[in-house]
Structure formats: C-alpha cells, structure tokens
C-alpha cells in the first residue's frame, strides 16, 4: 500500500450538506470552512467532499465530531445516537461519534451523561456546554478550527474552561485531525484514576470485533449497561498497538499508537489511528478499545487498568493548565508498524 504521512494539515468549515445545490460540492476546493451557528455545526470538506462536521446538538452532553469520513467516502463512526443505522448496536448512547471527556472529575462523571441518565443520578454527572468558535480558516491545504467549552458539573459549578484546536489535513490515501485540547482549572481540580476516558471514537459496525459477544459493562458508578451480542455479519475490526499486541489483548495496555483496521460490506479496508504524544501527562497512554466498537485513548487511568500501579488522580490548581494532542488518522488499507511509527514520530515533532 502506499506509504502512511501526516498530510499537511487543513481545517475547514464544513458546508451545510443538506443545504447545498447537488453541484455545489464539486465547486469547492480544498478546505471549506462555514460555521451554522444557528444549526449548532461547523461542517468540513476536503475538495468538496464532507470529512466531518463539529456538532452540539441539544440531544448531546457535550461537543463531538461526528461523523468521520475516511478517504472514498466510507464513514468510519456509528450513526447511533444521533443517526441511527439498521443493524448497529444502540448501547451507550454518549458514545456518539468522537468526543474529548473524563469519567470522574472530582467525582462527577461526565464521560457517561446522556439523557438517558434517570433524574435522580443527574446531580452525579458533569456536561461540557460549547461556548463559542473561536476562529476558523480555510485553505488548500491547511485549516483550523478552534472552540472554546466549559466543564460544568452536577452541582452547576464551573470546574474546567477547554480550548480545542483541530487541525484537519489529507493526502490521497489518508485524512488527518489533530487535536489539541488544552484545559484550565477554575478551581482545585482532580481528575480520579478512571477507565472511562479521555478521547473516544464510537466506530461503525465494520470496525467491530468479530470476536465481540457483548456482556455487561460498568461506569466508573458501577451503572450496568448491557451490550447485546450482534449477529449482524460483517464485523471485521482489529486493534494493533505499537508495543505488538493485537485484538482484545489491546484493552488496558499502553502504546505510542494504536490502530484499527476492518473492510466494509464493498471489500474496502480502512483503518482508524489515534497516535499519542510525547509531550502529553502520563505517556504513552492507555488503550480503552472494545471489541464492541469503542475505541479510545486514556492517559489519566493508571491503577483501573494496571492494579499494581498506584492510582494517578491527575491534579490541577486553580489557575494552572495541561494540554493534551493527539493525531487520528483515517487511512485507505493497513499500514504497517514501520509506517505507523515514521507517523507518530513526526506528529511528535510538530506538536511539542
């Protein structure tokens, strides 16, 4: 396959599809940038083509990207909840596309909260509200989008104020986010050693594991939530990591990179690769990836997913701030380790 690169980097308001004339996508090239506020949206588009849009819907306790559009126009995220697909599983219904969230910030959980939380536990939960976008650019090859949101617990206390950057960018065969979250604590901060965290992606039924047979799965609250075994055929997915382990052995092991790889019902393989950074707390971080189709990176959990390792409870004081990168990649076929590792040395390079 080609060779695995970092595409020179893009951002870009994402033209509202469902507005546009059926011609008007082959008019737009490089990257669009169009915020629609008043739709709570910013779409993207790479030569005309939809990548992704940043959405907060009403429906969602925080911000996500959603969908993500691999490189031939193969989306890579589940529909559910926002877009329901016939055949995808409907369990947890605040896995919805690709988000940035924690599940224990000074004991509220704001990794698990949808509306599908009963109103006596609302008060234990936590809801990241967007505030504002910040700026936006467009270009042939380059674009950022940058957005301001607030981390307000169960207790309606304002607890973190978070500053994202995308930096979206392609090649032929690849298209790239980078994500730059930085995090400022309003007060006395801790973040408890948790699983449930910290940059999640829900991915399509394709990149499942056709190992999956579903089971109960806990919050950090110990809230069951059952995921059905599916026997929808056609679940392909498996994770590699830097460090060789590979399918279910990923799950609570660290790694500089990880990867998903499955091919869709048209005999098309895609991968999905989220890469960690040297300059992040705790690395190389841990791997929270499911069989049943969450796949996320969590450098804040430490003893949850190794018990003979102390529990981390990363700390911020009023005032101070911590910033997190991380790189995902959507890529045509399976790169190999070699290509994977020349990537994440060069996305360590370029965000110190």
């Given amino acids: 396959m080609p060779k695995l690169s970092r595409p ?5 308001c994402f033209v509202a599809m469902l507005s546009l004339q059926p011609n008007a996508f082959a008019k737009s090239k490089g990257v669009q940038v169009t915020p629609d506020e008043a739709h709570q949206r910013v779409d993207i588009t790479i030569d005309g083509a939809p990548f992704t849009s ?9 911000p996500v990207l959603y969908p993500l559009i691999a490189p031939g126009g193969i989306e890579v995220t589940r529909g559910y909840p926002l877009a329901p697909r016939e055949g995808e599983r409907t369990d947890h219904p605040h896995h919805a596309g690709m988000w940035f969230n924690f599940g224990n910030v000074d004991n509220f959980d704001f990794w698990n909260n949808s509306d599908a939380i009963k109103p006596e536990n609302r008060d234990k939960m936590g809801t990241i509200h967007h505030q504002k976008i910040v700026s936006t650019k467009s270009g042939t090859h380059r674009g950022e989008l940058v957005v301001d949101s607030l981390w307000t617990n169960g207790a309606g206390k304002d607890v973190l104020q978070q500053t994202t950057r995308y930096v979206f960018s392609s090649t032929a065969n690849s298209r790239t986010i980078d994500t730059i979250v930085t995090l400022t604590a309003l007060d006395h901060v801790v973040f408890h050693d948790d699983k449930e965290g910290l940059l999640g992606i829900r991915v399509a039924h394709f990149l499942e594991s056709a190992n999956e047979k579903g089971g109960t799965f806990t919050d950090a609250s110990g809230r069951p939530t059952q995921v059905q075994a599916s026997n929808v055929p056609g679940a392909t997915g498996i994770y590699r990591t830097s460090e060789g382990k590979q399918g279910d052995e990923v799950w609570s092991t660290r790694g500089r990179w990880c990867i998903l790889t499955g091919t869709n019902s048209d005999h098309k393989t895609v991968s999905i690769a989220i890469l960690d950074n040297p300059a ?7 791997w929270h990836a499911r069989g049943y189709g969450l796949f996320a990176a969590n450098p804040l ?13 990363f700390t911020l004081d009023k005032g101070k701030s911590v910033t997190f990168r991380y790189s995902v990649i959507l890529e045509s076929g399976a790169p190999t380790p070699a290509q994977m590792n020349q990537a994440a040395d060069t996305f360590a390079a370029e965000y110190k």
């Fill in 54 to 62: 940043y959405v907060w819907p009403s429906t969602l306790k925080k």
């Fill in 280 to 286: 992040n707390p705790n690395y190389p971080t841990y």
């Fill in 8 to 12: 020179s980097v893009l951002v870009g």
């Fill in 301 to 313: 959990g430490q003893h949850i997913f190794d018990p003979k390792a102390a529990p981390l409870n």
